[in-house]
């Protein structure tokens, strides 16, 4: 707002809230965020205090048994760890994590200065409420906040000490993508502009071509000591490209909205930044100026960006396929199947499903991340090829029939993919149905029917109940 009254590029500090010049001290509540409970007779006493803390309406379909799991899971864990009981206590959130038709009980168990996070992730069942899952591990745990997760539903006052809480227990996460993770996406911005001055005021590197191929719509850059890509939109799309400047926004706030699945990553648009030239290399800021002059122009000393993206930086699959070894090669080779199938699974085509749009996590999870061909699943037409009428038509460099603008012909993905040797294989031998049209007109008719695809946030071999 005040940047429309104030007709402001960039940021004004005498004008706008950045950041304070001080640490802010924080003011002790009357009470808690979390409830503490002490190390009971046994786990068992324990796990039922808490989820009796926890009602549903409905309630839970059988309490004692859920009891009974929960408590086995953990003892098995803390005597994997070395961990004896009694622990000094467990702290538990008060508020609930929703999501979809999942709920989340988030807490610590505390043994003298070491924590071990805990997550019992509970589901919305015919019967009533039931324990899908006990999580006892920082990455575990990290997954479920991912940035290619749908935002959490919580009810707090306090959001700030709910953060506090979370970021002492997954801490490679950032506050900005822990804000954004529980629907606080306005403030997650701030937080991450935030972290970013910071950042280039402590930091010598320069802006620069992200790795990986050239985009026909986006310009990508990227800072060696930042994980975070920066994505322009090009003035004009290189053929055989027809979407439009607006499409591709259209298709960012798609995307926003949308079940991401764990397989399409969180992007953040900012608008009328401005930077230091002298922190772009001089390749870098030639192309933003030629491909996008709408929207990076130089005003003498400082480059002023009208309009971008921001996502966290992975490494593209095309890449990881290259350096990887064989074994993880194969393992992204397979997930990447996996992630067109989920994406699939929650009504969402990519378009265009070369290796160079996806990337890879640090978890080794593999990601979507070009939007602008994406579009609903139910909107495409699959189809399988026409038999020809003879040698000639095979041979024409034109297909010689007619092909609509959302004709999908699965057949085809074999032969473009980019899949070389063993990942190739690999990929083949678990997902030979994306080949098919029964796979692609299947998942379509689920959706047309209403039916929901439940996609868990973590590994089967998590589940309590299979």
Same mark, same amino acid.
């Given at each position: 707002?005040?940047?429309?009254?104030?007709? +402001?590029?960039?940021?004004?500090?005498?004008?706008?809230?950045? @950041?304070?010049?001080?640490?802010?001290?924080?003011?002790?509540?009357? %009470?808690?965020?979390?409830?503490? !409970?002490?190390?009971?007779?046994?786990?068992?006493?324990?796990?039922?205090?808490?989820?009796? @803390?926890?009602?549903?309406? #409905?309630? !839970?379909?059988?309490?004692?048994?859920?009891?009974?799991?929960?408590?086995?899971?953990?003892?098995?864990?803390?005597?994997?760890?070395?961990?004896?009981?009694?622990?000094?206590?467990?702290?538990?959130?008060?508020?609930?994590?929703?999501?979809?038709?999942?709920?989340?009980?988030?807490?610590?168990?505390?043994?003298? *200065?070491?924590?071990?996070?805990?997550?019992?992730?509970?589901?919305?069942?015919?019967?009533?409420?039931?324990?899908?899952?006990?999580?006892?591990?920082?990455?575990?745990?990290?997954?479920?906040?991912?940035? +290619?997760?749908?935002?959490?539903?919580?009810?707090?006052?306090?959001?700030?000490?709910?953060? /506090?809480?979370?970021?002492?227990?997954?801490?490679?996460? =950032?506050?900005?993508?822990?804000?954004?993770?529980?629907?606080?996406?306005?403030?997650?911005?701030?937080?991450?502009?935030?972290?970013?001055?910071?950042?280039?005021?402590?930091?010598?590197?320069?802006?620069?071509?992200?790795?990986?191929?050239?985009?026909?719509?986006?310009?990508?850059?990227?800072?060696?000591?930042? @994980?975070?890509?920066?994505?322009?939109?090009?003035?004009?799309?290189?053929?055989?490209?027809?979407? +439009?400047?607006? @499409?591709?926004?259209?298709? !960012?706030?798609?995307?926003?909205?949308?079940?991401?699945? /764990?397989?399409?990553?969180?992007?953040? *648009?900012?608008?009328?930044?401005?930077?230091?030239?002298?922190?772009?290399?001089?390749?870098?800021?030639?192309?933003?100026?030629?491909?996008?002059?709408?929207?990076?122009?130089?005003?003498?000393?400082?480059?002023?960006?009208?309009?971008?993206?921001?996502?966290?930086?992975? %490494? #593209?699959?095309?890449?990881?396929?290259?350096?990887?070894?064989?074994?993880?090669?194969?393992?992204?080779?397979?997930?990447?199947? !996996?992630?067109? &199938? *989920?994406?699939?699974?929650?009504?969402?085509?990519?378009?265009?499903?070369?290796? &160079?749009?996806?990337?890879?996590?640090?978890?080794?999870?593999?990601?979507?991340?070009?939007?602008?061909?994406?579009?609903?699943?139910?909107?495409? &037409?699959?189809?399988?090829?026409?038999?020809?009428?003879?040698?000639?038509?095979?041979?024409?460099?034109?297909?010689?029939?007619?092909?609509?603008?959302?004709?999908?012909?699965?057949?085809?993905?074999?032969?473009?993919?980019?899949?070389?040797?063993?990942?190739?294989?690999?990929?083949?031998?678990?997902?030979?149905?994306?080949?098919?049209?029964?796979?692609? =007109?299947?998942?379509?008719?689920?959706?047309?029917?209403?039916?929901?695809?439940?996609?868990?946030?973590?590994?089967?071999?998590?589940?309590?109940? =299979?």
């Amino acid at each position: 707002i005040t940047r429309r009254i104030f007709v +402001t590029v960039g940021v004004d500090p005498n004008i706008e809230f950045v @950041d304070s010049d001080f640490e802010a001290v924080a003011t002790p509540a009357s %009470t808690p965020i979390y409830r503490t !409970y002490p190390w009971m007779n046994s786990t068992h006493d324990l796990v039922a205090a808490i989820l009796g @803390d926890v009602p549903f309406n #409905p309630g !839970y379909a059988n309490l004692q048994a859920d009891v009974a799991l929960v408590a086995g899971q953990i003892d098995a864990h803390l005597q994997a760890e070395g961990l004896e009981a009694p622990a000094d206590g467990v702290d538990i959130l008060k508020p609930v994590f929703y999501r979809n038709r999942g709920a989340n009980i988030i807490g610590q168990i505390r043994f003298g *200065e070491r924590r071990v996070p805990l997550m019992i992730a509970l589901r919305n069942e015919d019967g009533g409420v039931v324990v899908d899952a006990v999580l006892l591990s920082e990455d575990e745990i990290s997954i479920v906040f991912s940035f +290619t997760r749908s935002y959490f539903h919580v009810d707090t006052e306090r959001p700030h000490e709910l953060i /506090g809480f979370l970021k002492s227990i997954i801490p490679l996460k =950032r506050i900005a993508e822990l804000y954004i993770a529980i629907g606080y996406n306005k403030h997650g911005k701030t937080e991450l502009y935030r972290d970013l001055i910071h950042h280039l005021q402590a930091s010598g590197d320069r802006f620069e071509v992200a790795r990986g191929e050239r985009g026909m719509v986006m310009l990508v850059f990227t800072m060696p000591s930042y @994980d975070v890509v920066f994505k322009v939109i090009r003035d004009r799309f290189a053929e055989p490209k027809t979407t +439009t400047r607006q @499409d591709v926004k259209n298709r !960012y706030q798609l995307v926003f909205k949308h079940d991401r699945a /764990g397989r399409l990553i969180d992007a953040q *648009e900012f608008e009328h930044l401005r930077f230091d030239r002298a922190r772009f290399s001089e390749d870098l800021l030639q192309e933003l100026l030629e491909g996008a002059p709408s929207s990076v122009t130089l005003d003498g000393d400082t480059v002023a960006i009208r309009h971008l993206y921001t996502e966290r930086r992975l %490494t #593209p699959l095309d890449i990881y396929l290259r350096e990887a070894p064989e074994l993880p090669a194969c393992e992204a080779a397979v997930d990447y199947g !996996y992630a067109i &199938k *989920e994406l699939a699974a929650t009504n969402i085509f990519p378009g265009d499903i070369l290796l &160079k749009n996806f990337g890879v996590t640090r978890h080794g999870r593999v990601v979507f991340y070009d939007y602008d061909e994406l579009c609903l699943l139910t909107d495409c &037409k699959f189809r399988t090829f026409p038999q020809s009428e003879g040698f000639d038509d095979d041979l024409m460099p034109e297909p010689w029939f007619y092909v609509g603008k959302n004709d999908i012909f699965p057949e085809e993905f074999k032969t473009f993919l980019g899949l070389q040797g063993a990942a190739r294989q690999a990929f083949i031998s678990a997902h030979t149905d994306l080949f098919g049209v029964e796979f692609w =007109r299947s998942m379509q008719a689920r959706h047309q029917n209403g039916d929901v695809v439940d996609i868990f946030p973590y590994k089967q071999a998590r589940r309590l109940r =299979r």
